[in-house]
């Protein structure tokens, strides 16, 4: 009996023993393949572009769309047609717009309130591409779309209305640009891995979470690099205050706090200077209605005071889609808040102020602050992709910069200019929390090219490749 319960025993430490190989095997394995992997942190704000940019790295470095996988994308696009259709129906009464042709007002009135239909909608049929295509050839309709930074729209809505009749067709297949233009909201975290040369890329998409970034940012330790797009396009558009989240509101009600305290000191002493007084009431109404954006303004610019250009009330646009009472004054602030002053002088002079919208760059370089803020970050390398160049060049022609950014003092209709001043904001941001052993690395891109994808990305590869060797002490 002795014996066989040594035997027994003998065989258990036998199995014991060569599970802990296994482990330590394993242990030794991800061990190396940890030595070999570049991660890589994709962030952003919503629809800037990074759904986009890792289809472009499927593309590029992965296995591609078959015809298969194209096919899923079918019933994407159809809701992605039927809901820029509606949104555009649906702002022209807002924006008070009416159809060039009385029929087509008959076909929108189907389609204005068809959101289930929408959500179910499996492809695009012929009649609903003919009625589309009608509806988007107006002289009403393309008037709106003219003015679709007053209210959220896709970027791809144009190119899918100019395909419909090949997207309507039967037996229809997307194209890879059709599936790099469709658009569906992201959200929670995602991991996608590239054999790129000896190395794995494992890129990491936080999609658009509008919760507590502080939540989970600490999360993505041992990050190699962090890939941040900013749209360039969003330089005239806005958002609802409530939909950024508290940590961004905190920061930007911050830089409002700070940028009235420099308002008022330039006031005091040009005052100083004029032998006239300002009471703090005096100084608040100015700063409420034409304060200097001392955040914004140049390095140069900060040192001559008297240079200074006032604030515009365009700098921060409200969207058309946000009914004001007749009984109230409102004009926005440097934040985007809206100042509600009512007729009656008896109440305090106190101004109050309401949510309504926000510059969406303004937001976008928020978040860019609080990511190079963040302690997990202090040596990691940023590279910037400003994205959406083509789109901006097209809003430059008619949407001057200078309206919604006054210390802009380059030419008019210049798109160069424009991304350039653009970088600059982007850039001071950087400037004021660089490290010795982190960069900024900035590129202007278009997601939608790959072949754009693909030499920039090239571009950064070394530059990633070179920062990873350092930190593990390779080189």
């Known amino acids: 009996m002795s014996s066989l319960v040594s035997c027994l025993l003998g065989r258990d430490d036998s199995s014991a023993k060569q599970i802990s190989r296994q482990i330590e095997q ?3 394995d991800d061990k190396k393949t940890a030595r070999t992997q570049v991660k890589l942190l994709v962030l952003g704000t919503s629809e800037s572009g ?3 940019f890792l289809k472009q790295m499927r593309i590029i470095h992965g296995t591609g769309y078959s015809d298969e996988e194209r096919l899923t994308f079918v019933s994407l696009i159809a809701q992605n047609i039927h809901s820029s259709m509606r949104i555009l129906i649906k702002s022209m009464k807002y924006l008070n717009i009416s159809f060039e042709k009385h029929e087509n007002e008959e076909i929108a009135f189907n389609y204005e309130d068809s959101e289930a239909e929408t959500e179910t909608s499996s492809s695009l049929s012929l009649k609903t591409g003919n009625d589309f295509a009608k509806l988007w050839n107006d002289a009403g309709v393309q008037q709106c779309f003219a003015r679709r930074d007053e209210f959220q729209l896709s970027d791809s809505t144009a190119y899918f209305m100019n395909n419909l009749e090949r997207i309507s067709e039967k037996g229809y297949i997307p194209s890879l640009q059709d599936v790099l233009r469709s658009r569906m909201p992201t959200s929670g975290i995602r991991e996608y891995q590239f054999d790129i040369g000896n190395f794995v890329f494992g890129i990491v998409d936080v999609g658009g979470q509008k919760s507590e970034r502080r939540k989970w940012i600490h ?8 890939i941040f797009l900013a749209a360039l396009s969003e330089y005239n558009m806005t958002i609802p205050l409530e939909e ?8 930007l009600r911050h830089n409002q706090r700070r940028q009235a305290m420099r308002a008022k000191t330039t006031l005091n002493k040009a005052a100083s200077s004029t032998g006239f007084g300002f009471t703090n009431g005096l100084a608040g109404l100015d700063m409420a209605n034409g304060g200097h954006h001392g955040s914004s303004q140049h390095r140069k610019i900060k040192s001559r005071p008297s240079n200074r250009k006032h604030f515009s009330p365009t700098d921060f646009p409200r969207t058309a889609l946000r009914s004001t009472p007749s009984s109230l004054e409102e004009s926005p602030d440097q ?10 002088s008896s109440r305090s002079a106190e101004p109050s102020f309401a949510p ?8 976008s370089r928020a978040l860019f602050k609080t990511i190079i803020s963040c302690e997990y970050f202090t040596n990691t390398s940023v590279i910037l992709f400003l994205n959406k160049k083509d789109i901006l060049a097209e809003k430059i ?3 001057h910069i200078s309206d919604h950014f006054p210390e802009f003092e380059g030419p008019k209709c210049d798109a160069e200019a424009a ?11 950087f400037e004021r929390r660089r490290t010795p052993k982190r960069d900024l690395y900035a590129h202007f891109t278009c997601a939608t090219d790959t072949r754009n994808i693909k030499y920039v990305f090239a571009a950064v590869k070394d530059i990633i490749l070179k920062n990873y060797l350092i930190t593990y002490n390779l080189v």
């Open 219 to 226: 999360c993505f330790e041992n990050v190699t690099s962090i």
């Open 244 to 251: 950024v989240s508290q940590d961004l509101r905190a920061s």
């Open 419 to 429: 991304r350039n001043f653009i970088l600059t904001k982007y850039a001071d941001c």
């Open 26 to 28: 394993q242990l030794k």
């Open 335 to 344: 934040n985007g808040n809206t100042r509600k002053k009512s007729d009656d």
């Open 356 to 363: 309504s919208h926000i510059n969406r760059m303004k937001e």
């Open 397 to 399: 022609a008619t949407s």
């Open 50 to 52: 990074k759904s986009t």
